[in-house]
């Protein structure tokens, strides 16, 4: 079955705890990318990546970082996770020259 | 700011209802796309429209791409509960590596 998963799919730390949230595709798709959910602002993109080891800001990239080493993984790294980057969490990905993103179920962070 | 505006935020209608739900920006889009959302879950995509004035159809559910490429609009003809979801517009620019999203509309149906 076609899918992108993600893990944790929530997660309850603390400040300053480092922490990774993966993401895996099975669809060979080039075209990979993390965005954040939050109440009255949508999805809002934090990083893309078009293939192995190219990545690329987003809109709101602050406080994360990522890494592209294999086609199918796009891990979320947050360094010092903040109380401001408890969230909704969603890796998608897609063809390069397509259009259709394919999302994981998300992964619900909290930090405290 | 959104780059995205989607209205109404929020909409709960009765079942067999017909509804609008708009999507506005002042940016020309290479691609627009409708997403739907349930809980718990990643949005899956509905429709994408790419030419100004398009017009398509998915059953009960009718979407329009402005002639100028800046705006959209979903109407739901004879709404059900089973179109109960989170209705996500999504914005292409630059070949679609810049993928920008609206708020939201969140709709009920009730029976």
């Known amino acids: 079955e076609a899918q992108v998963t993600q893990n944790p799919r929530y997660l309850i730390t603390v400040t300053g705890k480092k922490l990774t949230v993966t993401c895996s595709q099975n669809?060979?798709?080039?075209?990979m990318s993390w965005y954040r959910q939050d109440p009255g602002l949508g999805l809002r993109q934090i990083y893309y990546s078009m293939n192995v080891e190219v990545t690329d800001k987003g809109d709101v990239p602050e406080g994360y970082k990522v890494s592209r080493k294999e086609k199918r993984n796009f891990p979320l790294i947050l360094e010092s996770p903040s109380p401001n980057q408890t969230s909704l969490y969603f890796c998608?990905?897609?063809?390069?020259?397509?259009?259709?993103?394919?999302f994981g179920e998300g992964s619900r962070l909290t930090v405290l | 700011t959104q780059l995205l505006e989607q209205s109404p935020q929020f909409l709960s209608i009765q079942e067999g209802e017909n509804l609008t739900v708009y999507c506005n920006s002042s940016?020309?889009?290479?691609?627009l796309q409708w997403y739907r959302q349930e809980p718990g879950e990643g949005p899956v995509l509905l429709v994408t429209?790419?030419?100004?004035?398009e017009v398509k159809k998915l059953k009960r559910l009718t979407f329009q791409f402005g002639d100028a490429r800046k705006d959209s609009s979903l109407h739901i003809t004879a709404a059900q509960p089973g179109d109960t979801g989170l209705y996500l517009c999504?914005?292409?620019?630059?070949?679609?590596?810049?993928?920008?999203f609206g708020a939201g509309t969140r709709l009920t149906v009730k029976p």
């Open positions: 999504a914005g292409g620019r630059y070949n679609n590596n810049d993928m920008r």
């Open positions: 429209v790419v030419t100004g004035g």
């Open positions: 940016s020309v889009f290479s691609s």
């Open positions: 669809m060979n798709h080039e075209y």
């Open positions: 998608a990905s897609r063809i390069l020259q397509g259009t259709e993103l394919f």
